[in-house]
């Protein structure tokens, strides 16, 4: 005999919608946790990074025996008297680098770029003629090195990239999260462009100004080595990570406009005068209407081979992940920090080759001190004195004597 009983195996739509709910939830969960493995592991390849420009740094030096030099290449305009941004004809070629290029160039052969080494360290023929060995001025505009092509300043470079900055493309060149350390002062900057002049003539003012002021394991434009860093190794910072511009008015990468150079910008609380124009609504970006730097090419990160401090360099004055403010010339009269798209903090390359990961919170000490000039002519930090940026910016120094604790 058949039975009309039938066993039932299906869902009811209350349970169904119970099932898809509990998923939901342990989605919900499990997402965070997730992201949070992701970002951890691009941290992770971040600092294996910066170890890689950490020993490539020291074989340079074991090779060499300075450091890389922040701000080298080329100065004097070639014979045919082409400008810094213009290829010339013949074996020798035209532009010229202005002694701009980061110490980043230096390094390319040991961090496994030695054909990229190649191309900027020989003649290279372009579109209208051929660029000199060391390229032309790095600082130049895309336009110019798209009309003229000229590659290794249009290379990215893998190594000189977080994976968790996502910045890419145009308008920048070639972009870097990894920046030199200039020290607790940034009165040299402007100086070091014109310590010596085109005919190689030093002016002794200058560069009396920027032998004192220059206190961090580069100095702009001028050799230093491992023996000129008399603090120790292990209790400098050499290099420091940066986030690169995404065109958001980032206060951490797009510069703001503080005025000209008038003397009452260096009183106490210069170094703070671009803080009044941060969005109160959005504490990480600037409000409407802020004055910022006109090109958008000209970011944070936005070119590797450039040493200006807008684009490779920082200074320990104010604590990580602080706005970026820059006073009449952005190249060099810029007030940038370390930075990163790292939750609460920034990694930092010691001297020794370790990386660190400094938090927003270190101990920065006076951030109104008025010894932030430009220039000379008072209010610079006197030779060999003790940083007025408490624990950051004694680790910024090389040779100021300062007795760092431990767990920094």
């Not at 680790?395 to 920094?408: K, M």
Request: glycine letters at 12%; charged letters at 15%; hydrophobic letters at 35%.
């Amino acid at each position: 005999m058949r039975s009309n009983h039938r066993s039932h195996y299906g869902f009811t739509l209350v349970e169904l919608l119970v099932v898809i709910a509990i998923i939901g939830v342990l989605v919900g969960l499990l997402l965070p946790a997730v992201q949070a493995a992701r970002e951890a592991a691009r941290r992770m390849s971040c600092s294996n990074n910066f170890k890689q420009i950490g020993l490539a740094v020291h074989n340079y030096h074991a090779a060499f025996d300075q450091l890389p030099q922040s701000g080298s290449g080329t100065y004097n305009n070639p014979p045919a008297g082409a400008l810094y941004d213009t290829p010339a004809p013949g074996p020798g070629g035209g532009g010229n680098s202005y002694y701009r290029l980061s110490f980043l160039v230096g390094i390319t052969p040991f961090v496994e770029q030695q054909a990229l080494w190649e191309k900027i360290s020989n003649p290279y023929v372009t579109t209208g003629g051929v660029w000199q060995a060391m390229g032309p001025l790095p600082t130049t505009t895309i336009a110019k090195l798209t009309a003229n092509p000229y590659d290794p300043w249009l290379t990215n470079i893998a190594t000189y990239r977080c994976p968790s900055d996502p910045g890419q493309g145009l308008p920048s060149m070639g972009r870097t999260n990894y920046a030199s350390c200039w020290g607790d002062a940034n009165h040299a900057t402007r100086d070091a462009e014109t310590y010596v002049n085109q005919a190689g003539v030093v002016n002794a003012t200058n560069a009396n100004y920027v032998s004192i002021s220059s206190r961090g394991a580069f100095i702009y434009r001028k050799k230093t080595g491992f023996r000129d860093i008399l603090d120790g190794l292990a209790n400098t910072v050499m290099c420091g990570e940066i986030a690169s511009d995404l065109g958001d008015n980032d206060i951490r990468t797009t510069p703001a406009s503080a005025g000209g150079r008038t003397a009452a910008q260096w009183q106490p609380g210069g170094l703070l005068r671009c803080k009044g124009f941060i969005d109160p609504a959005r504490p990480r970006f600037w409000a409407p209407g802020t004055a910022i730097t006109a090109s958008v090419e000209d970011r944070r990160g936005s070119k590797w081979m450039a040493a200006n401090a807008l684009y490779s360099a920082f200074f320990t004055m104010l604590p990580p992940n602080s706005e970026t403010c820059h006073h009449g010339n952005y190249h060099e009269e810029y007030i940038a920090s370390v930075s990163s798209r790292h939750q609460g903090g920034a990694h930092v390359l010691m001297g020794d080759g370790a990386v660190k990961f400094i938090t927003d919170s270190i101990e920065a000490g006076n951030s109104g001190s008025a010894q932030v000039k430009i220039n000379g002519g008072g209010g610079e930090l006197p030779a060999g004195s003790q940083s007025p940026f408490g624990l950051w910016g004694a680790l910024g120094t090389r040779a100021t004597q300062e007795v760092l604790s431990d767990g920094f």
